[in-house]
């Protein structure tokens, strides 16, 4: 069994606490390399390196062994280097691994200096696991260098210091390592399935686990609260939360407003029964042409290469795509992608999630955008999910495109179409070229597409 605590055991734990335990006490399943750095909100090695190349002496470390690497990053260290890259901290079973060592003045046992450490991710806003991690590191630092230091920070892409003071992150850090140190030690966790577990290679098995339990925690987007509120009056499983009336519910558990309950037993009924419900009806708007629109991204390179869009009229469908070969093409391919949306200004553009207007908004901050289609992405965006959630419960714990779409009865082409493969499809076809490869993407977007366009149908069908 593996009682190593690295960095990137915080952000494990807080995506799915069984992962700990299942890397600590279970065979190896691990990740895909890529695939780890793409859920962990990192970027390639060449576009870090882009991001940081105006900086002074920097000291790259190359060792793979952690201990060699250690070393390495020590005498960096004791050199004073202004800038250490991929360094390597080590106390214990403590194993740190932030992107940068920043030197900074103030007194350490290294002299007149200190080092303060930071990570380069592709989000653009501070989050948990980031602080998490950068509290970590913090902790081995004072134990490499005598001085801990009193802010972490992330390197944005478009290089933005996102800088934290670490004391107002520590009494939530420490909670969760002793609760880390718990499970690697082998306190197995409870079951508590969410959309973030399906990052996990033991999704399996812990989905498993949990739906055998008739866990409440396979309702779709639960709160935990809510759960442990329920638990604690003793409802504790779907069955019992279907055979138990929502005035009960309310006297039960009065901390929880009553329009969650409503929709948490609609929910388990679904569950129980295998169907959907109807919540309300929903209202589309009257258009002789829709479009369905999708974005593929390369969260790794912080690159939006593929606008795809499904142009509807009669029922005749027509896919057309948009396509950036590198990251310097992309103004180039969104001018083309507004030069036809101009001809089609009063269409509806039907997208699933928030992702797609996002991006929209940020091209036309970066690239610009005329004012006729300016105002048809103000006016015409329609994300279907925001429209299906308050009037449509399914008989599912996730409600991805690929959960809906399936249900609904659409079928992806090619094996295990996912966002996740189709970075790794554009990272093969990035250093190859291979026209199979951008076959398999190209084909990926336009199922997604079509996907959107059947799931729109039927909703229009079934909540009439």
């Known amino acids: ?67 060699e690497a250690f070393r390495q990053t020590l005498a960096f260290m004791r050199e004073g280097r202004e800038t250490i890259y991929h360094g390597m901290l080590v106390h214990g079973h403590w194993v740190g691994n932030p992107d940068l060592l920043v030197r900074v003045e103030g007194q350490s046992q290294f002299g007149n200096y200190y080092y303060v450490a930071g990570d380069i ?16 590191y913090a902790e081995l630092l004072e134990r490499v260098q005598g001085r801990k230091p009193v802010q972490g920070y992330v390197l944005t892409p478009d290089k933005a210091a996102l800088s934290y003071l670490i004391e107002s992150f520590e009494a939530e850090y420490h909670l969760t390592l002793t609760e880390i140190e718990r499970i690697v030690a082998g306190e197995k966790p409870q079951h508590f399935l969410t959309s973030a577990c399906k990052q996990s290679p033991w999704f399996g098995v812990c989905r498993s686990e949990t739906e055998s339990c008739d866990d409440l925690s396979v309702l779709n987007r639960v709160w935990r609260e809510e759960v442990a509120a329920l638990e604690a009056a003793g409802v504790k499983t779907i069955a019992q939360l279907t055979a138990t009336p929502v005035a009960e519910l309310e006297r039960l558990v009065p901390g929880v407003r009553p329009f969650r309950f409503e929709l948490l037993r609609d929910q388990a009924i679904a569950l129980r029964d295998d169907r959907h419900l109807i919540r309300e009806s929903v209202s589309f708007p009257a258009a002789k042409l829709e479009l369905y629109f999708d974005i593929e991204s390369d969260p790794l390179r912080d690159f939006d290469y593929l606008f795809g869009v499904l142009e509807v009229e009669k029922g005749k469908a027509t896919y057309h795509s948009f396509f950036a070969e590198m990251p310097e093409k992309e103004g180039k391919m969104w001018r083309a992608f507004c030069d036809f949306m101009e001809s089609r200004f009063d269409a509806p553009i039907y997208h699933y999630g928030a992702f797609e207007g996002e991006v929209v908004r940020r091209f036309s901050a970066k690239y610009g955008v005329s004012p006729l289609v300016g105002e048809a992405f103000e006016r015409n965006l329609i994300d279907l999910l925001a429209l299906i959630r308050p009037a449509i419960v399914f008989p599912l714990s996730f409600y991805s495109l690929k959960d809906l779409a399936s249900y609904a009865g659409f079928s992806w082409r090619g094996e295990e179409p996912s966002g996740v493969n189709a970075v790794i499809w554009f990272e093969e076809w990035f250093a190859t070229r291979k026209k199979t490869v951008m076959k398999k993407i190209l084909e990926y977007n336009e199922d997604d597409v079509r996907a959107t366009w059947t799931l729109k149908e039927w909703v229009a069908k079934e909540a009439k």
């Open 1 to 67: 069994m593996s009682r190593q605590i690295t960095d990137q055991t915080f952000f494990k734990y807080l995506k799915c606490p069984s992962w700990v335990y299942f890397d600590a006490t279970e065979a190896a399943n691990p990740h895909d390399p890529l695939v780890l750095r793409l859920i962990n909100d990192g970027l390639m090695p060449d576009k870090e390196r882009e991001i940081i190349n105006d900086r002074p002496d920097v000291a790259e470390v190359t060792a793979e062994d952690p201990e």
């Open 121 to 136: 991710k592709r989000a653009r806003e501070l989050r948990e696991e980031h602080q998490m991690q950068g509290c970590f």
